[in-house]
């Protein structure tokens, strides 16, 4: 029989096993419950670190997002800036080679008409000094001044375009070519020469090619161009190169003159900053004597001419559709009058005069 206990304050009963069994049952559940509440504690940490670690994860995502966009625009703002900037350069570009491409047109034009002038001129000067022999010799006459007066012209342009350069004619007697162009520099360097012979005949003669080389080599110059009007049967282009020689017509010597220069200072001064590359000295006079510098050159000089014929036709439009509007506002201006006066028939004094239908517009 179990011994039972009884409690001093409120006299139950009861037996030692029990109690104990109790005081072992509310220390373990005292355990338990602490030690899942600190597992359920640790759980929650973890978990809101993990949250705290994925949304500090996509600030930094959306921060990355937000740079690259930033980017990307900057990057769109240069390439349309850049874009905008390129065009206008570009605009720019065109205004000024067209304005320079309409100066030179019209300064061909007026040279053409220069070279008319002075040479109706020389006729008159050579006919009142010398009638008796322009009536003998005729035609032969007539042609020789022609030739003298584009030689005074092609004298007169190569002056005018290169002040730096010396000019000199060769005197009628002598051996050689009509001018010699001695090629300077600003300082006076000199770069080499260039021959001009002109022709001014009716047919070509493949004869002056060998004459010109033959004063190409006694004079020693570099380069040497016959100025004609009668180009060669096989060549319909205002420029070419025969056996070395060029070959152009009056209106191409601008560019001609202009290419062959710049490449005699080019041959001249490799020649001065490279004196120990012979070589390559040699190589760019070379080039510039060979086919290929030749068939480039001709290449320029026809895009150049193609460019003025095409800007004299754009001018002669342009002034087509002047006159063509102004005949229309007259028109316009007249048939109003006309009405109006028909008005003023119609209704009598009753409609004024309007002055600017009588008297025109001023």
Known sequence: MTNLVTCPHCGHQFSPDEALTHQLEDELRTRLEKEFAEKAKEATQKELADRDAQISELKDKAKAAEDAELKLRKEKREVEEAKEKFELEKTRQLDEERAKIKADAERAVLEKEKYKIEDYEKRLRDMQKAVDEAQRKGAQGSQQLQGEVQELDLEATLRAMYPYDEIAEVKKGENGADIRETVRTEK?????????????????????????????????????????????????DAIASRQGIWVVRPEAIAPLSALLRKNLIDVAYQKVVATHKQTKAENLYDYVTSNAFAQNVERIVRVYLEMKTQIAKEATNAERSFKQRNMQVDMLLSGMGGLYGDMQAIAGSSLPTLPILEGGVT
């Open 188 to 236: 006076g360097t000199i770069c080499g020469k260039i021959l001009w012979e002109s022709k001014r005949t009716k047919a070509w003669s493949e004869g002056w090619v060998g004459k010109l080389k033959e004063d190409l080599r006694r004079d020693g110059a570099q380069l040497a161009a016959i100025v004609t009007q009668a180009m060669p049967p096989d060549v319909s």
